[in-house]
């Protein structure tokens, strides 16, 4: 896919599936961060911490592999927006 040194251009499929996973994490980071509200324990809201602060940096690897990669197809000029806060 693609490297420190030079950008390749990702086939269609390589494309879906990277919004599959930018998807899946902003997915699990809404989630985490709504369950919180819903815990007393604190080794349990700790743990969750640390999952919301994994896929805050899952999804800012993402976006950085996404905006450094070229498309086979066009990219329409709509992208959603991770949720991060």
Same mark, same amino acid.
């Given at each position: 896919?693609?490297?420190?040194?030079?950008?390749?251009?990702?086939?269609?499929?390589?494309?879906?599936?990277?919004?599959?996973?930018?998807?899946?994490?902003?997915?699990?980071?809404?989630?985490?961060?709504?369950?919180?509200?819903?815990? +007393?324990?604190?080794?349990?809201?700790?743990?969750?911490?640390?999952?919301?602060?994994?896929?805050?940096?899952?999804?800012?690897?993402?976006?950085?592999?996404?905006?450094?990669?070229? +498309?086979?197809?066009?990219?329409?000029? +709509?992208?959603?927006?991770?949720?991060?806060?």
């Amino acid at each position: 896919m693609l490297n420190d040194k030079k950008t390749r251009t990702l086939a269609d499929h390589e494309a879906l599936e990277l919004h599959e996973a930018l998807n899946f994490k902003t997915l699990c980071l809404a989630k985490s961060k709504l369950m919180q509200g819903l815990v +007393f324990d604190q080794e349990l809201r700790a743990l969750m911490e640390k999952d919301v602060q994994m896929n805050i940096q899952a999804i800012t690897d993402l976006q950085r592999i996404y905006s450094e990669a070229k +498309f086979a197809s066009e990219i329409p000029e +709509f992208r959603p927006t991770p949720i991060l806060n």
